[in-house]
C-alpha cells in the first residue's frame, strides 16, 4: 500500500483565499484524523471520522474550518476565509477500527500551509 | 482527560552514547502508549507502542521503551546513537477502546559526532 497521501505537499495562499486539503487514507482503514502541527501548540487534532462519519470535532478551531469525508477513501479540510494564523503543516492519519480496538495510527506525509 | 509530558524539548547526543527520551503520561484509564519519530518535512512514523502485556517494548532503529505504571512514565531509549537518529521525537497515549492519540510537546534529537 502507498500509505496515507495526502495534497498538496506545499500550498501558499493569500489571506481571505479558500483552502482545500485532500486525503486519501490507507485502504480498508475505517477511521480518519486531521492533524495540525505548529511550533507553538504543536500537534493538535482537529477532528477524526469513523467509517466516514464525524466522531469528534472539538479540535476545530472555528468555523472557518469544515472537514468533510464523502467516502471511505477520501477526506477534505477546508479553510474558509484563511487566515495568516492559519499557517501550519496539516496531517492525514488513518486506522483500523474494530469494535472499541485500533491498530496504531498511520501519518501522511503532510501539507505545508503557507498564508501570506 | 488524558496528556503528556516531554521532558525536554531538545536533546543533544554525541553519536554512540545512550539516548534517553522522557515521556510521563496522565490517564483516567489504563493507557495505550506510543512513540512516533518525524523526520524533517515528512509524516510521523510509528517508532514502537505499548499496549498490553511485557512492559518492555522493542521498536524499529533500535529504539525500546519501559511502561512504567507506577511512574506514570514511558521512557524512550536507544544505547548508541547514530547519525540517522537526529530527529524529532513524540510520544503519544490513548485509551484502550478508544481513537483520540494525544500527543506530547516533541523532543528535537540532535546527533553530533
Known amino acids: 500500500d502507498a500509505g496515507v497521501i495526502q495534497s498538496p505537499r506545499h500550498e501558499v495562499t493569500e489571506m481571505g483565499q479558500e483552502v482545500t486539503l485532500r486525503c486519501k487514507p490507507i485502504?480498508?482503514?475505517?477511521?480518519l484524523f486531521w492533524y495540525r502541527q505548529t511550533m507553538m501548540r504543536g500537534l493538535e487534532l482537529l477532528i477524526y471520522?469513523?467509517?466516514?462519519?464525524?466522531?469528534?470535532d472539538s479540535g476545530m478551531p472555528e468555523d472557518r474550518f469544515s472537514a468533510k469525508m464523502p467516502n471511505a477513501s477520501f477526506s477534505t479540510l477546508k479553510i474558509q476565509p484563511s487566515e495568516p494564523r492559519d499557517s501550519a503543516v496539516y496531517f492525514c492519519?488513518?486506522?483500523?477500527?474494530?469494535?472499541?480496538?485500533?491498530?496504531?495510527?498511520?501519518f501522511g506525509q503532510g501539507t505545508r500551509l503557507t498564508v501570506v | 482527560a488524558q496528556s503528556v509530558t516531554q521532558l525536554g524539548s531538545h536533546v543533544s547526543v554525541s553519536e554512540g552514547a545512550l539516548v534517553l527520551l522522557r515521556c510521563n503520561y496522565s490517564?483516567?484509564?489504563?493507557?495505550?502508549l506510543f512513540w512516533y519519530v518525524q523526520y524533517p518535512n515528512q509524516g510521523l512514523q510509528l517508532l514502537l507502542k505499548?499496549?498490553?502485556?511485557?512492559?518492555l517494548v522493542k521498536g524499529i532503529n533500535g529504539f525500546e521503551a519501559e511502561f512504567k505504571k507506577s511512574e506514570t512514565s514511558f521512557h524512550l531509549t536507544k544505547p548508541s546513537a547514530h547519525m540517522s537518529d537526529a530527529a524529532e521525537y513524540f510520544c503519544?497515549?490513548?485509551?484502550?477502546?478508544?481513537?483520540?492519540?494525544?500527543f506530547g510537546g516533541g523532543t528535537r534529537v540532535l546527533v553530533k559526532p
Open positions: 471520522f469513523n467509517n466516514n462519519v464525524p466522531i469528534d
Open positions: 505499548y499496549t498490553t502485556g511485557a512492559t
Open positions: 485502504s480498508g482503514h475505517n477511521s
Open positions: 490517564s483516567s484509564v489504563p493507557p495505550y
Open positions: 492519519a488513518s486506522s483500523l477500527t474494530r469494535g472499541l480496538m485500533n491498530t496504531e495510527a498511520f
Open positions: 503519544a497515549v490513548k485509551k484502550a477502546a478508544g481513537n483520540k492519540l494525544t
